[in-house]
């Protein structure tokens, strides 16, 4: 069965990087893509961006450019999110989901989220 | 950017009831419209996707219509297992955008 296990909970101070991971196991693994999204608590869905598994191909929300890097390791089935010059907004739980190839397909499986504190 | 604008933002009704959540597009996403449904301290769960495909393993109660701008998903006979929040999301063009969310309460 499709899994998608993510790292666990990270606390980091303002201006720290993080990188959560997020092994995918019961398929294969690069035939399909993978998006990320966070959490703010109490909040919405916000889109990060996109990775393609074959190619380590990358779209990101204008928003993020700059401060987030996701890259992919076929080897271990993993694909990775590291956000940089970190804020205390972005305190959230972030979300891996595997993304269909083609549009419209949703995202029909998410990892159980990774909890990102950023506290002094 | 295409906003995405759900209504009502929340909502109480009862086991065995009809409720129908809207999702409006700032511009023609033509079909490219998904739901998802979240419960607390949980991931989101894809429900339907290109407006009204279901997603295996959800039950026919829930379905969707729409196009352009103007979708809606409707719930029918809620059971227990329902009472969460429901998320539309656009992947029509990038940046994927999401509703902010309505939550539906047992009233």
């Known amino acids: ?120 | 950017d295409i906003q995405m604008t759900q209504s009502p933002s929340s909502l109480s009704a009862s086991v065995g009831d009809r409720v129908t959540i809207t999702c409006r597009a700032s511009q023609s996403i033509i079909g490219y419209l998904n739901w998802y449904q979240q419960k607390p301290g949980k991931a989101p769960k894809l429900l339907m996707y290109a407006v009204s495909i279901l997603q295996s393993g959800v039950p026919s109660r829930f379905s969707g219509s729409g196009a352009g701008t103007d979708f809606t998903l409707t719930i029918t006979s809620l059971q227990p297992e329902d009472f969460a929040t429901y998320f539309c999301q656009q992947d029509y063009s990038v940046p994927i955008t999401f509703g902010q969310g309505t939550r539906l309460e047992i009233q």
């Open chain 1, 1 to 120: 069965q499709v899994q998608l296990v993510q790292s666990g909970g990270e606390v980091e101070r303002p201006g720290a990087s993080v990188k959560v991971s997020c092994k995918a196991s019961g398929y294969t693994f690069t035939s399909y893509e993978f998006s990320w999204v966070r959490q703010a608590p109490g909040q919405g869905l916000e889109w990060m961006g996109w990775i393609g598994t074959y190619n380590g191909a990358t779209k990101y929300a204008q928003k993020f450019q700059g401060r987030v890097t996701m890259t992919t390791d076929s080897s271990t089935s993993t694909v990775y999110m590291e956000l940089r010059s970190l804020r205390s907004d972005d305190t959230a739980v972030y979300y891996c989901a595997r993304d269909p190839p083609g549009k419209d397909n949703g995202y029909d499986y998410w990892g159980q989220g990774t909890l990102v504190t950023v506290s002094s």
